[in-house]
T-cell receptor
Framework: GNSVTQMEGPVTLSEEAFLTINCTYT??????LFWYVQYPGEGLQLLLKATKADDKGSNKGFEATYRKETTSFHLEKGSVQVSDSAVYFCARTSGSRLTFGEGTQLTVNP | EAQVTQNPRYLITVTGKKLTVTCSQN?????MSWYRQDPGLGLRQIYY???????DKGDVPEGYKVSRKEKRNFPLILESPSPNQTSLYFC????????????????FGQGTRLTVV
């Protein structure tokens, strides 16, 4: 079936470090791809999206590029802040549904 | 303020005692969905609804029921809860399920933490 695989967490970084969270998806159909973020005690919020191959989604300094050849949608940020500490979920469309990855816990220390 | 509201936020109940978790959205969204979040498993979809009176099973529907009598409400019903339904539940809504459209995103409630003992 359609699925999404994220790199295992947790990830712990120092402030201003470079962040990469890997995400790969099963290569069925032509999905749209998303990153959602969940801050402590809250629901998920859309961070960025890309709807076709080679699209780059970006928001709040985060970026991810839809790579059809590697079936990947890795999340990157050049300089993380303490306020970026959260759980990050990669997701893909499956027809009328959204399928989420397992989530990656990110902790950024001062 | 545009929002998805779930109630209650926290609930402890006993095995077999029927319960309902309510979900309401004020954005006139067509599409609504329920997920459960468990450690190491991410979010798994329980049920979704494309519009009023239209519901369908997600990945883990066993033990749950839903209804969509009005556009704004999408309650989740556990007829006979069991301990394996202890989880964090999220309701989400979207304008429609055409995820390719530029302004489509899922809006999530704050979650309901359910414990079944």
């Amino acid at each position: 079936g359609n699925s999404v695989t994220q790199m295992e967490g947790p990830v712990t970084l120092s402030e201003e470090a470079f962040l990469t969270i890997n995400c790969t998806y099963t290569a069925t159909g032509y999905p749209s791809l998303f990153w959602y973020v969940q801050y402590p005690g809250e629901g998920l919020q859309l961070l960025l999206k890309a709807t076709k191959a080679d699209d780059k989604g970006s928001n709040k300094g985060f970026e991810a590029t839809y790579r059809k050849e590697t079936t990947s949608f890795h999340l990157e940020k050049g300089s993380v802040q303490v306020s970026d500490s959260a759980v990050y979920f990669c997701a893909r469309t499956s027809g009328s549904r959204l399928t989420f990855g397992e989530g990656t816990q990110l902790t950024v220390n001062p | 303020e545009a929002q998805v509201t779930q109630n209650p936020r926290y609930l402890i109940t006993v095995t077999g005692k029927k319960l309902t978790v309510t979900c309401s959205q004020n954005m006139n969204h067509e599409y609504m969905s329920w997920y459960r979040q468990d450690p190491g498993l991410g979010l798994r979809q329980i049920y979704y609804s494309m519009n009023v009176e239209v519901t369908d099973k997600g990945d883990v529907p066993e033990g749950y029921k839903v209804s969509r009598k009005e556009k704004r409400n999408f309650p989740l019903i556990l007829e006979s809860p069991s301990p394996n339904q202890t989880s964090l539940y999220f309701c989400a809504s979207s304008l429609f399920s055409g995820w390719d459209r530029a302004n489509t995103e899922a809006f999530f409630g704050q979650g309901t933490r359910l414990t079944v003992v």
